[in-house]
């Protein structure tokens, strides 16, 4: 897929969007950075020349790349690190970080998960919709899935979906001081009511996906305002490793995640300041 097939599913995207992919809109959302993540076992046979490979496949789609430490556990075959001059490398897990000339479209790869990020960059940028990404997610995966067969690698067989959104409530727009932060969780007031609470967290159960919530007093990198940081992930399984299912799988995580914000957060933020348009 090319920069400017890309672009043409964003503007596409830009139209009035299916309400399955939007089931909750605002004008101005608190969102300044999402993740859309697949987890399957280990690619046997992967090292990390076919990073190299793969990068140098979407070279003209994401310009700049850099190396990281995998997230989470990874068990990894054929890995000896005795000392010595023969000791072999390359089945060292690494988390390699593509990103476009605008730094703010991300796609991460490591032996065992695929993750596309938006993040904005900028205080107060535009945020990128669900309905936006998602192509852009899946021109990604096809061309990651089309690489492994090229490779002669097996395909990933995925056993779970992951939704996450980084939230930040802003001093001076969405809050004034510490003792703004219980009312800003609608769900929360009758148990908060009296208690200076200046961090939460929780998790529960939603269907068949799990929804954890973070939130506590940050500062925002781009410009040092403090902010309240509210994170949102939601993951579940799906019903078996088809395509069709697992990006099911991806909407209904999505779909959980909005709803779950909706549910929680004060309504008159929702209104006022976010413009809750759906």
């Not at 500062?219 to 403090?226: L, S, Y």
Request: include cysteine.
């Amino acid at each position: 897929m090319t920069d400017s097939s890309i672009k043409s599913a964003v503007n596409a995207a830009e139209n009035p969007a299916s309400p399955d992919l939007r089931p909750v809109d605002y004008e101005r959302p608190p969102v300044v950075e999402t993740a859309f993540r697949f987890t399957f076992p280990p690619i046997k046979g992967w090292n990390v020349f076919h990073l190299g490979l793969f990068w140098a496949r979407l070279r003209k789609r994401y310009q700049f790349a850099e190396a990281h430490l995998p997230v989470g556990s990874i068990e990894v075959d054929d890995l000896d690190f005795k000392l010595g001059p023969e000791i072999r490398l390359e089945a060292i897990p690494l988390r390699s970080f593509l990103f476009d000339s605008s730094k703010n479209q991300l796609l991460q790869v490591q032996p065992n998960a695929f993750v596309r990020n938006w993040r904005a960059i900028e205080a107060e940028q535009k945020y990128c919709h669900y309905s936006e990404l998602k192509p852009m997610f899946q021109a990604d995966w096809t061309d990651y899935r089309e690489f492994l067969k090229d490779e002669g690698l097996p395909q990933p067989n995925v056993f779970q979906c992951d939704v996450t959104y980084i939230n930040h409530f802003v001093k001076g727009r969405e809050w004034k001081t510490l003792d703004d932060f219980a009312p800003l969780f609608r769900r929360m007031r009758i148990e908060l009511e009296g208690a200076l609470v200046t961090s939460i967290s929780f998790g529960a159960t939603v269907g068949e996906s799990q929804v954890r919530m973070e939130a506590a007093p940050a500062i925002r990198p781009a410009d040092g305002t403090p902010i309240i940081q509210l994170t949102l992930n939601v993951s579940g399984k799906p019903v078996n490793t088809s395509e069709k299912d697992v990006w099911a799988k991806l909407d209904n995580c999505h779909k959980v995640l909005v709803e779950t914000f909706a549910e929680i957060t004060a309504e008159d933020l929702q209104r006022q300041v976010w413009r809750r348009i759906r």
